[in-house]
């Protein structure tokens, strides 16, 4: 599985938009983006997941870069509860029906009332 | 429906000791996967059930662990004997096979504690 990068930490004020930023320049074509976030004190779960065009669900808005090499998972509003470690996962379409997850550090989010 | 369930919630036991954790998935998702996350890394993976087979075991770090799957309902993982390094929180997420998105829901995890 291809590696990604994201930062270590980033923080939010409560109800403003957040956007938590994600590199994988080694994507192949065949790879899904995959978000997942861990609650203090719980086991992750997931958040949206996208391959080319960009995603919306009830959680968040995944934004894909034209190239791949990139993406964003965008918080419209930010409560005290998304506050957690977020993390962005690459998982190739072949093994997508059941393969392992491979976790990076993840970036924690914080949010300030 | 109910969620992933894993028992005990927390585990303290000293070195050398037999531990067993279990895990009951989602009722009918045939995807059973361990991870672990050790003081200060990453989460990682363990191993992977397809009903009762494994489908992949490349992340058991050794033969002090052993998971099963009987009937491929539960899972349980036994460390024995059990050393300092395996402290940590073990989690266990299921999923369904061949539907849609296949997100693994995870349970809240197991805290080892190994003194």
């Known amino acids: 599985d291809a590696k990604t990068t994201q930062p270590n930490s980033m923080e939010s004020n409560e109800e403003e938009p957040v956007h938590l930023p994600c590199n994988h320049s080694t994507i192949s074509g065949t790879d899904y983006i995959h978000w997942y976030r861990q609650l203090p004190s719980q086991g992750p779960e997931y958040v949206i997941h996208g391959l080319t065009s960009n995603v919306n669900n009830r959680m968040a808005s995944l934004a894909i870069a034209e190239d791949r090499k990139s993406s964003t998972l965008i918080l419209h509003r930010a409560t005290l509860r998304d506050a957690a470690v977020y993390y962005c996962i690459l998982r190739d379409r072949l093994y997508n029906q059941g393969g392992k997850l491979i976790f990076g550090q993840g970036t924690e989010l914080s949010v300030k009332p | 429906e109910a969620g992933v369930t894993q028992f005990p919630s927390h585990s303290v036991i000293e070195k050398g000791q037999t531990v067993t954790l279990r895990c009951d998935p989602i009722?009918?998702?045939?995807?059973l996967y361990w991870y672990r996350r050790v003081m200060g890394k990453e989460i990682k993976f363990l191993l992977h059930f397809v009903k009762e087979s494994k489908q992949d075991e490349s992340g058991m770090p050794n033969n002090r662990f052993l998971a099963e799957r009987t009937g491929g309902t539960y899972s349980t993982l036994k460390v024995q004997p059990a050393e300092l390094e395996d402290s940590g929180v073990y989690f266990c997420a299921s999923s369904q096979r061949f539907r849609g998105r296949n997100e693994q829901f995870f349970g809240p995890g197991t805290r080892l504690t190994v003194l």
């Open positions: 009722s009918g998702h045939d995807n």
